[in-house]
């Protein structure tokens, strides 16, 4: 199947800092990517959808101005966390998906563990 | 709006045993159903898909039957191993849009 890099799988910063993770589909244009977080022993919640040259579509609760999205070619959208705390800790996945329709696959990257200290 | 629900974890079966982990959806018109699979410290790989009712997903030992008369995907394997030990999500998608997951189910195989 299609590939989704995403990158780091791991970071660790300080209170206060910014962190970009970047999801790059490696071998197909990815016409959609979703952001996802999971927290510890719990499924995975939907942060936002970003189309290809257009603003992110943030969830209910989700601080656009905190995660910031940007999907700027069909091969790469980079989530940064800004000012970062310790409740960020999380595990983020990005999945990509390519065109509509019931039979599109969602590929999804490695994840990214982000631990705030 | 979707929702899907699956058993709570977490499962712990005995090598070569049979396995199911029951998920059921809530959805209008015809979703498509996966099941996708968490193995420690990875992402997601999906494990199989189902498209329409009575289709039957397969992969690896796995299987699962869209029933829409029971709204229902259970994920099934005649005899688990232990490299099987993950965290299974059962997830719907309408038309494209994003997936809507189930809170995921936890299988510990044990030799």
């Known amino acids: 199947g299609a590939v989704v890099s995403q990158h780091p799988s791991r970071v660790i910063c300080k209170s206060g800092t910014s962190v970009k993770i970047e999801c790059r589909s490696l071998?197909?244009?990815?016409?959609?990517m979703f952001w996802y977080r999971q927290f510890p022993k719990q499924s995975l919640m939907l942060m936002a959808t970003s189309n290809e040259g257009s603003k992110a579509t943030y969830e209910q609760g989700v601080e656009k101005d905190k995660f910031l999205i940007n999907h700027a070619s069909l091969t790469l959208s980079t989530l940064t966390v800004t000012s970062a705390h310790p409740e960020d800790s999380s595990f983020y996945i990005c999945?990509?998906?390519?065109?509509?329709?019931?039979?599109?696959?969602?590929?999804f990257g490695q994840g990214t563990r982000l631990t705030v200290v | 709006g979707n929702s899907v629900t699956q058993m709570e974890g977490p499962v712990t079966l005995s090598e070569e045993a049979f396995l199911t982990i029951n998920c059921t959806y809530t959805a209008t018109g015809y979703p498509s159903l996966f099941w996708y699979v968490q193995y420690p410290g990875e992402g997601l790989q999906l494990l199989l898909k189902a498209t329409k009712a009575d289709d039957k997903g397969s992969n690896k030992g796995f299987e699962a039957t869209y029933r829409k008369e029971t709204t229902s995907f259970h994920l099934e394997k005649g005899s688990v191993q232990v490299s099987d030990s993950a965290v299974y999500f059962c997830?719907?998608?309408?038309?494209?849009?994003?997936?809507?997951f189930g809170g995921g189910t936890r299988l510990m195989v044990k030799p």
């Open positions: 997830a719907l998608s309408k038309a494209g849009n994003m997936l809507t």
């Open positions: 071998d197909f244009q990815a016409t959609t």
């Open positions: 999945s990509a998906r390519t065109g509509g329709g019931l039979n599109t696959e969602a590929f």
